[in-house]
């Protein structure tokens, strides 16, 4: 299991290969970030962007969260981060294009699939119920056609990253970016257990990438 300490040897390791043999790259990434693409993701631990995507320092901007969510825009009260992490990628950042990438076995998803969240008297586990009422709507639809089980999973999964671009495009710096033809927005799961990619099509239907 890892913990702290082997985090830091880990940085270590990092300090004494990778990071000398990039040591340019990383000189120029000092003086400032240019990614052309943002990744919503899961914080889930088996999904690592980075990783799946096979992308160094510098050429990604990501932001995680339970269950790759996005909410739809809002200017109210509150503490947004995500749509401040999106607001910053795409008017400061100006990247091309914005990847949402669901994956297989979502705890976030499965949670609102099967709705197991009890909030305790003590407010135990409240952030994450409230977070995932953005798929209420997805989870009537999910489970009216395809139940609760490993089915209804895979497709709240997908309607989970078809939710996250719909909020998206409420937002206006992306309406006007997407329109002028500037900003491409793309959805993908990743599958844990086989390690495919399914990328979502014009046509609504997640296909094999």
């Not at 992308?55 to 503490?79: K, M, Q, S, W």
Request: proline share 3%.
């Amino acid at each position: 299991m890892t913990d702290f300490s082997d985090l830091i040897e880990g940085y270590y390791k990092f300090r004494g290969t990778e990071w000398l043999t990039e040591r340019e790259r990383w000189t120029e990434l000092a003086s400032g970030q240019s990614p052309k693409v943002m990744v919503i993701a899961c914080s889930d631990s088996r999904v690592d962007p980075a990783t799946i995507f096979g992308t160094h320092p510098g050429e990604v901007f990501v932001v995680r969260n339970v269950a790759n969510l996005v909410p739809p825009y809002e200017t109210g009260g509150g503490y947004h981060g995500v749509s401040a992490a999106v607001e910053f990628a795409v008017t400061k950042l100006k990247v091309a294009e914005i990847v949402v990438l669901g994956h297989g076995a979502c705890g976030g998803v499965n949670a609102a699939l099967t709705q197991s969240l009890a909030q305790s008297s003590h407010g135990d586990g409240g952030f994450v119920k409230d977070w995932i009422t953005l798929l209420d709507g997805a989870r009537e639809k999910v489970v009216a056609e395809h139940g609760t089980g490993a089915e209804g999973q895979t497709a709240l999964e997908q309607e989970c990253v078809r939710v996250s671009i719909a909020n998206l495009q409420t937002f206006p710096f992306i309406q006007e970016r997407v329109a002028d033809g500037s900003l491409k927005i793309h959805g993908a799961v990743f599958a844990i257990a086989d390690g495919k990619l399914k990328v979502l099509q014009d046509n609504d239907a997640f296909e094999a990438a």
